[in-house]
Each structure stands twice: as structure tokens, then as C-alpha cells.
């Protein structure tokens, strides 16, 4: 059983950075495909990033595509995030998938099988 805690969550200013942190126990980030789900208030919970053990190569949202960077060794996955906007506020989860996920699958909140906690990132002035 694959245990997940992120951390680094706080509350900054807008154009501020902060970086998350989720590790795993019982389990690495090095297989299948790991990633970080966001849900805002009153809003459904969405696909950030996520990268896959078999290409490494990473996949984001267009909403943080430029801004965002995921990375993960074996027992971390790391969200680099800056320029950080109001509308980035939300409560950050880790995944992950003991499988090779497409593209296309990658944004599936189903596809995933194991989730953490969450970590809450408020952006405000």
C-alpha cells in the first residue's frame, strides 16, 4: 500500500513561487506514472502535471505550462511553481498510477490509484 504526503503548501503573493513535495511510502516515483491534482474552491478538481516512469518526459495543464515544473526521483515528486497567480489557490494532491499512462489518460482523475492528503497553496495579496 503506497502511502503519499505532500508538503510545502503555505500562503504567498501573487508572482511568488513555492515548490511542493510529496513522498511516498510503501512505494517510489519510479514506476508507472505520478502526477498533482489542484481543486479550487467550488470548483472540480483538476489535472496540474504529471510525468511517466517510461518516457520522463512531462505533461501539464495549459494553465500552468511555463510556470509549473515537475520532478521526481524515487522517493520524491517535486512541483516547482512560479509566477504564481490568485487563480493557482487550491488544495494540491499527489498521485499516482501504477501504470504508463498516455497523454490523453494522464488528466483522468480514475486512472490514478493512489492519492494524498493535499496541501493547501493560497495566493493573495
Known amino acids: 500500500q503506497v502511502q503519499l504526503v505532500e508538503s510545502g503548501g503555505g500562503l504567498v503573493q501573487p508572482g511568488d513561487s513555492l515548490t511542493l513535495s510529496c513522498s511516498a511510502s510503501?512505494?517510489?516515483?519510479?514506476?508507472?506514472?505520478v502526477g498533482w491534482f489542484r481543486q479550487a474552491p467550488g470548483k472540480e478538481r483538476e489535472f496540474v502535471a504529471g510525468?511517466?516512469?517510461?518516457?520522463?518526459i512531462p505533461n501539464y495543464a495549459g494553465s500552468v505550462k511555463g510556470r509549473f515544473t515537475i520532478s521526481r526521483d524515487k522517493s520524491t515528486l517535486v512541483l516547482k511553481m512560479n509566477s504564481l497567480k490568485s487563480e493557482d489557490t487550491a488544495v494540491y494532491y499527489c498521485?499516482?498510477?501504477?501504470?504508463?499512462?498516455?497523454?490523453?489518460?494522464?488528466?483522468?482523475?480514475?486512472?490514478?490509484?493512489?492519492w494524498g492528503r493535499g496541501t493547501q497553496v493560497t495566493v493573495s495579496s
Open positions: 510503501g512505494g517510489t516515483f519510479t514506476a508507472g506514472t
Open positions: 510525468i511517466r516512469r517510461q518516457s520522463g
Open positions: 498521485v499516482v498510477s501504477s501504470r504508463n499512462l498516455i497523454m490523453s489518460s494522464m488528466t483522468a482523475e480514475h486512472e490514478y490509484d493512489y
